[in-house]
């Protein structure tokens, strides 16, 4: 082969490696990442790209507030690995997604009501409680005292959920920081995903950025002033069973043993007025959550409080994170893991907090 030849051949060859790495490379862990780009220059420099990007923005654009950017002044970690999902979703719906690559994707939250992980909850359609046309029978102004069952299952068909003379039967408990409990319109809902009826199905929505603490790991802090009673964001994950929730923090707890490794899984009781749990859900948020699987504990209840959130056709509520009260630019975000410890030999808490335990919550799973 002449010169010319073997250059020709060596560039087409440089030109198939890169489209393969562009195809596979975002796909890999940071770990393996890190490994295949030791492996040739062409790969090296893929590598550094996908790894910029993860870095920049932990939502891989997903959420339509901005970047959420790793920053790390402590170690060379330069951004942790999960998979992104703008909304909670039920464990044995696949999940894929390309990391840090050009995916092209949109914000997770512009169809609607057809949103495909909302809709995973959607009850079916030919259930004759669902039938919309009930709704057109209804005086408006007296359901949003009496909404009955099945009117929250069907939603609402209101022209303008925000009318305050026509109020919206979707919205019987108001988004507030004090309750515990809030509606919301849902998949079962005509009105569009930028409702005002829908405040918490619109992703992140202040600016964040996600900080690592020698000792705590990585945080979530605010990078803008957040008012009082503000949404901030949304607990996603992965919605399990408890017998996996069981089998998972067992694995998790194996793998924290050594110190390098977090766990996001959450499990949220409802409680009826007597005390006793009506609900509970598993929320894991390890392997393919949001931002809020940054949020660290601390033991005075923190920044944050916590709200279901129902919205109108959707089986399972949704946990949700308001500012219990005014919260700084820069500041840390966090809320209460809870106040069970059954550990004695649990995890150390480093909250700083005046009323700190010096030990992370911590119960049977
Ligand atoms: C939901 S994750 C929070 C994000 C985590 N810091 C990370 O780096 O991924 C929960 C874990 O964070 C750590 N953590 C949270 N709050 C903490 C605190 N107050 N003190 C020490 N570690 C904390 C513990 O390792 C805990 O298991």
């Excluded at 250059?7 to 890190?34: F, G, M, T, V």
């Excluded at 405040?199 to 600016?207: E, I, N, P, W």
């Excluded at 089998?247 to 390098?260: C, E, F, W």
């Excluded at 966090?334 to 700083?352: H, I, K, N, T, W």
Aim: hydrophobic fraction near 35%; aromatic fraction near 8%.
């Amino acid at each position: 082969m002449s010169l010319p030849e073997a250059k020709k051949s060596s560039s087409s060859d440089q030109q198939s490696l890169l489209q393969c790495a562009d195809l596979i490379l975002p796909w890999l862990s940071s770990s393996d990442l890190a490994s295949i780009s030791l492996t040739s220059k062409t790969l090296y420099s893929v590598s550094k790209f996908i790894t910029i990007t993860r870095t920049l923005d932990a939502s891989r654009g997903l959420e339509k507030h901005g970047m959420i950017p790793f920053v790390n002044n402590v170690d060379s970690q330069r951004y942790n690995y999960f998979i992104y999902t703008c909304s909670q979703i039920v464990s044995n719906v696949p999940v894929v997604q390309q990391w840090g690559g050009l995916v092209g994707l949109d914000s997770c939250f512009k169809v609607n009501p057809q949103n495909p992980i909302l809709d995973s909850y959607k009850l079916n359609a030919g259930n004759p409680i669902s039938d919309s046309s009930k709704l057109n029978q209804k005086n408006p102004i007296s359901t949003s005292s009496k909404l009955s069952f099945s009117e929250y299952i069907s939603g609402c068909d209101c022209n303008n959920c925000s009318d305050e003379d026509l109020e919206c039967p979707c919205s019987i408990l108001k988004p507030g920081f004090l309750s515990e409990m809030m509606t919301e319109c849902g998949p079962s809902c005509t009105c569009e995903i930028g409702c005002d009826c829908r405040l918490t199905q619109q992703g992140v929505s202040v600016q964040l950025r996600i900080v690592k603490d020698r000792r705590k790991g990585w945080g979530l802090y605010a990078a803008q002033f957040v008012r009082l009673g503000e949404f901030v964001c949304e607990y996603a994950g992965e919605v399990v069973t408890t017998g996996e929730a069981r089998i998972r923090q067992r694995k998790y707890d194996k793998l924290a043993s050594d110190g390098q490794f977090s766990s996001a899984l959450l499990i949220v009781r409802e409680h009826l007025p007597s005390g006793k749990a009506c609900l509970r859900m598993n929320i894991d948020a390890t392997r393919v959550g949001n931002v809020a699987r940054f949020i660290n504990h601390s033991c005075d209840g923190g920044n944050l409080a916590t709200v279901l959130v129902r919205n109108s056709g959707s089986l399972l509520p949704r946990l949700c994170f308001f500012a219990s009260r005014d919260i700084k630019e820069g500041e840390e975000l966090a809320f209460s893991y809870g106040d069970v410890r059954e550990r004695p030999d649990g995890l150390q808490c480093f909250c700083g907090s005046s009323s700190c335990f010096g030990l992370l919550p911590s119960e049977k799973t």
